[in-house]
Structure formats: C-alpha cells, structure tokens
C-alpha cells in the first residue's frame, strides 16, 4: 500500500465521525520504483491532505523527506528536489504489511501482502 | 482533411465511437474558450453512396494526416486510414477519379528514391495471385517512379472493393460494387493481441476481460501516461492491464480478498499479470466494498477515468458487506465478540444490480475529474427494443457512447461512455438518488438479484411461452455477433 492510498482512505465504520487519517502502523515497508512523472504529480498535490502524508511518512522513520508544513504550490515547478521528494513519499513508499487503525475506535484494518483490507465487519455497517 | 477509415468487420457499434474517443484523446478537437475539453465531441462522418452503416469503409474529417496516424496506429478495430486518390464503380470510374486527384497531393508519394508496395483488398473475397497481379497492372496509368519494396515500403497504397458476392459476407446486401484506391496513412497494430491474449495470461479468473475489450475500454477512457485510472471491481486486473499499457497508473478495489491478495500464489496474482507484460504495476490495490467506499470525506475528482466490468448476474454476481449470516452460537442483534474481531471473516449480502450501478454512478460523479470518463459494461435483455432512455442516468454525466455487443439470442451487454460535464454536490447527489428510484421502478423486474440470471439461463420453452421475442425480427447478418 502506497501513502497515495493512505492519504486517501477513511474508517467508514457506521457512526465514525473522526475516521482519518488513519494511523499507519507498518511492520514492514519497502521501496519500489515508479516511473517519475511530473504532471501526475502536480495534478496530485493539492488534493492530497498534507498532515496526513508527513503523519504517514514519519511514521515509516523518514524524518527528513517532507517539510512539515505544505509548500507553496509553485515549489512543484521551481524546485525539482522537492517533487523527487513529493514522488517519493507518495508513490515508492510501499507498506506490506502492517495495519491502519481508526483514530477515533481504535478499529485496526490490516494490511497484508501489501493489501489494506478495509471491508467491515458485518455489526460496523 | 477526409479520410478514407476502413474498419475490420467486427464489433461494429464500437468502431466510430473508438475512432472519436482517440481523436479527443490525440487533440483533434479544438478546446474550448475556457480551456475546458468538456462538451460532448464528436467527427464528421460520412459513408459512400447506398452504404449500410456497418460497411466496413467509411469517410471520417480529421484535422490532420498526423491524427489519422495517432488514432490508427493506437486503435483496435481501424483497420487502416488512407488518404482516397479516388474511388468509382468501375475501373475506368476509379481511373478517372485518380488521373482527376491532384498532382501535388499525387506525386511527393511517386518519386523513384521512394519504395511503394499496393495491396489488393476485396472485401468478403479471396481474390487469386495472378488476379490481384492483374488488378496491379491495371493501375499503369498512375506514374509510379519507385521501387517496389514488398516488406517495409515508404509509401503503403490500397486497392480495394466491395461487390455483391452472394449473401455470406456479414453485411447486409451490396448494392454495387465500389472500387477505393487509397494511400495509407497509418494502420492498427493487432500484434498487441495475440502478446495480450487470455489464454497466455498467468492469473486469469472466470470473467477476466478479453484483451481485445479491456483495449478498447482502455481507448474509451482515453488512458495515457499521467492519467489515473481506477477499477473498482479488479478482479484479475484485466482491464487495468489494458490502461496501463498505454501508459496510465492505476488503481483497484475488490471485494474479494483472496482475487486480489493471493491470486493463486507469490507467482501468480494480479501483480505478476504486470511483471508479465513488463507493465508498471498498479498504485494501489486494495479490498473494500463499492457500496461502502472507505475514501475520506471530502475527498474527489482524483481520477481521470473509471473502468469496470460491473457484477450484473449473469456470469458472477456482486457482493457487497452487511451479511446477516450469524456467527456459531450467536444471537441477533448482530455483533462480532470481540475474541473473534481479528481475521474475522465478514459475511456478505447480494448487491443487486440497480444498486451497483446506482452506487458506481456516484461513486463516478464524485471521485472522476471534470471531463473524466466513466466507461462500463451494462447488460440489457434482447427482447426489449433497446433506446438510450434505458440506461441509467445521472445529472453529472452525459452519455457519449453505447456499443452494443451481443453475446447470445437473449442477452447483449452495451459498453456505455460517459463524460462527467457537471460538478458534483449534495442537492446533485440528491436528485440523482430520485432519477435512480425511477429508473429502479422501470427495470425492476430483471435488475434485482437472480432474474437476470433466470432470464438469460432459463429453458427456451419457458421464454418461448413467456415473451413475445422474435427470431425472425433479428437483423439476419451477423456483423454485431463477431
């Protein structure tokens, strides 16, 4: 599971309120190459909920690959070290197993084989 | 600039459609003022005198011969694009037509350091060595300076014709013979196929996508590098396969976590269906229910199409989680105990087909871009006399395409195109809940769980007494069943 994914995923258990971001709890994460491509990841950036993704990038021990506050959009045209950045954390960064845990139950979706299972339970719908 | 398209004799409802789907994909068509590729498009089209619309030539206006190229060299069913020299019912007609094209367009393509090779073509015949020979010499009266080069010639000419050669060639009758001799601009790669093709294919499930489908889907959802496409019943991936072989990144979703976690081995799952064909793997593959989607609030437009082959019942049906099936020993209310919450199996209850595609439309209206595509499968049964109004419908969505494909007597799936022309928001969700109600009143009887199933599968004495279906009112050639 990528952080893309991370970043775009919410606890949906019937009632939940507070579902996100979910807390990535990863025992074990590789990187994996991505073909690199800059519009992609312009048309990406401002939908992307910043906290979240530093959140899930910390979480893995990358403490320096993003800032902590969201750059200014015009640092995707002018400043190229930082979209190797961007790319990086968003698309290589690939969690295989682990969990996500809902923030607000504490309702832990796992991750195996590199595949959130995010499909409630038969009461959570 | 027209264009001589000749289409192979296949999948005939899907042949313009893919043809416009490309030329919007390759910039034939101007943006708007605001910038916006929004607006339903489409080309002009023509066909030659007493054609039938499922002949396989047909003339398309395209801004220029470097579109035709892009569009049919990326297409499946474009059999070639040509630039027409001239065209007749005789020869001495097409003679006249060619000495009569211009110089100037004629003789950069004649010059003698070029190589040219021509083909003879009769469309629904074999036509003899010694005759198409004889058919070459004929052509004299053009002054071909070149070499001739039979393997990789500069220049590709075409002569090809279509007579009344009895009934058998899948066409409604010829009226007259036509002759067409063309230059050719650019032609589809089919080698694509056989590389692609199912049987080839490592994990493949029961409804896994043709190769030839999946490209097609691909095309319509104008997949292309920088674009992200997402499938949200991936099954095997053989559609996402298609979009990532021209270029898009991906995404899917499944339901079923044994397809898409463990396929049947480290070696063969959805994944190695990528490393396979040396294709970028998906971005994201995961389990969750298209009825529960787990994206964040707030979260939409993220995706630049969405392309699936929905569960409709007949070949698989759909699932979706709030099963009511109890645990041992357990009492409703439900609930799980908390000793059996880790690696509990869910339960699932049956997804209908109405509320499938109620749910893929909003998912579509909410998670596509402004101009994305929704590109989808949607079976309709043949006795009912098919027209636009029966398909389902949503405020934020404007139909550009639906490409009937029979699959049997009783049963034909449309693979529906739409483009998202409106924003989406709360009161648009609304209204699209009250058309959706509508539209489930109207198709109630065979879109709810089993009766599509029944009516495709049931006996044909039980059909024969139930409906007033009618052979014989079948078009009799069988251009739509190829």
Redesign the interface.
Known sequence: ??L??HN?????IKGVTN???LRLEAEKWVE?E??F?A??LR??FP?I?WPALVGAVRSLGCHDLLPQDAPNPSALDSDDDFLRRFHRAL?QLHVEEGALVCPETGRRF?I????????????E? | MWFLCVFFHRLLDYRRPEVESLAELFGAFEPMEDGSPVRPLSLEWNLPQNHHIDSPFHFVNLPSEDVARNIARRSMLVKGIYELWGEGITDDDLEKAIRGFSDERKLPYLKPESSFRITVDNFGKVTSFQEQNERIRGLSYIPFKGRVDLRNPDHKFWLMEIDDYGENNGLPPVVERRIFFGREVGAADRKLLPTYQLKSRKYIGPTAMDAEIAFLMANQGLARPGKLIYDPFVGTGSILVAAAHFGAMTMGADIDIRVVRDGRGPDCNVWSNFEQYGLPKPLSLMRSDNNLPPWRSGLKEVFDAIICDPPYGVRAGGRKSGGRKLLKGAVDPYTVPEEKRFNHIPSTAAYSLAECVNDLLELSARMLVMGGRLVFFFPVLREDVVTVAQFPEHPCFTLIASCEQILSLRYSRYLLTMVKTGHYTEEISELAGKKHLDFRENHLKWMEEGNLHSAVFSSSDAQNTKSSFDRDSKPKYRGKYV
């Open positions: 599971m990528r893309l994914t775009m995923l919410a606890c949906n579902g996100y971001p994996k991505v073909d491509n519009d992609f048309g990406a939908k909920e698309l796992p195996s084989k590199g595949i959130p299972n995010m499909l409630l339970h038969e009461d719908v």
